[in-house]
């Protein structure tokens, strides 16, 4: 069993490799996606397409996830390493062929990191004793949308330009990305698989109706974090002001998920998670029916508040259902389903916006989807009782 300060460096460094993957290497665009399309570089189409094409490639990510079988520390430093240098070169290029191979790339590697740091850090924190660390762990992602969210809103307040602040985003990055890459040297293997008859790991059947649920998140959440920004703007044209919608964005998401810690208490995880889906659901409806700034922060909070919050949930939904080996691929399958909701969901909105300059349509389809699947989570007493829920 790790000592208390082992426990608490190896969630803080799990933090700071979501703060890094996700808050950046996935979310660094959304509050870029203005500044970009101020700059005459691409029109918001163009940046769903950006968007789907990152998906795409953490789509991929998440499927070769489960088939990795080098280090897990290796893969891990190679990964963050990777996102920074994706994230700089955004800078260094205004031609868009390059955007969508660094992008495409940016998204493999950031579905390496979720993965494993879902598995490795989580599972460790948990067989120490420290399961009221993994909230902080997922709590990474919403840190760096907020870091990188108010960074953006400084620089736009300084008059810069968009790929100025890719340059300064990338370059934070690369050098977070060394300092974790020291910290994981050596942190974790890949042996400890549960294995059945004949040595083989022991596979446990995919459970599909949380996998559905998982996926429809990937459409929920998904217009907002590529849009929010773009939809503050188009009710508010100050970026001071619209410029505020994706650190709270952040900020909602950087507390939830030790607060959904503490609900668990009372509430089963599958409980926390309908009930969060549920919430998003609601979130999604506001900015589609009310042009305000008020619905936009509403929205930001419902589903900045819930989506890792869910994320969570999915990954501590695999770690139950299955054991050892077998639970990357669990992950993967959940992350691929998740990548897949996300992939199709920009581009069909950022389509919808150039037809009708609204993103009222598939954000009510989005909400549904996740009401349905929430009904689908939470009904399904056979199933529950096989997953010891």
Known sequence: MHSSSSDLRLALAGLTALTLAMGVGRFAFTPLLPMM??????????GGLLASVHFAGYWVGALLAARLSFSPAVILQLSLVAIALTT????L???????LALRFFAGVFSAFTLVLVSNHIVKRLQVGGRSDLQGWVFSGVGAGIAAVGLGVLALMADDADSMAAWQITGAVSLALAVLLCLQFQGKFTSGDA????????ERVPLAWRP??????????????????????????DAPLIFGWSWPVFGLAAFISTPLAIRAERLFSNRQIWAVSQYAMAAGLLFPAFVSHISAIIIAGVCVGGTFMVITMAGMKEAHRIAAGADVQRHIAVMTAAFATGQMIAPAIAGWAYAAAQSFAAP????????ALTAILLTRQPREMKVLGS
């Open 88 to 91: 700089l070169g955004m800078g």
């Open 93 to 99: 290029s205004d031609d868009m062929t390059i955007w």
């Open 194 to 201: 549960t294995s059945g008859p004949g040595g083989t790991p």
């Open 37 to 46: 399309e101020s700059d005459g570089l691409l029109s918001v189409s163009q």
């Open 211 to 236: 996998i559905l649920a998982y996926g429809a998140l990937g459409v929920g959440y998904i217009i907002p974090a590529t849009y929010l920004p773009v939809m503050a703007r188009d009710v508010i």
């Open 363 to 370: 954000l009510m389809l989005a909400s549904a989807a996740l």
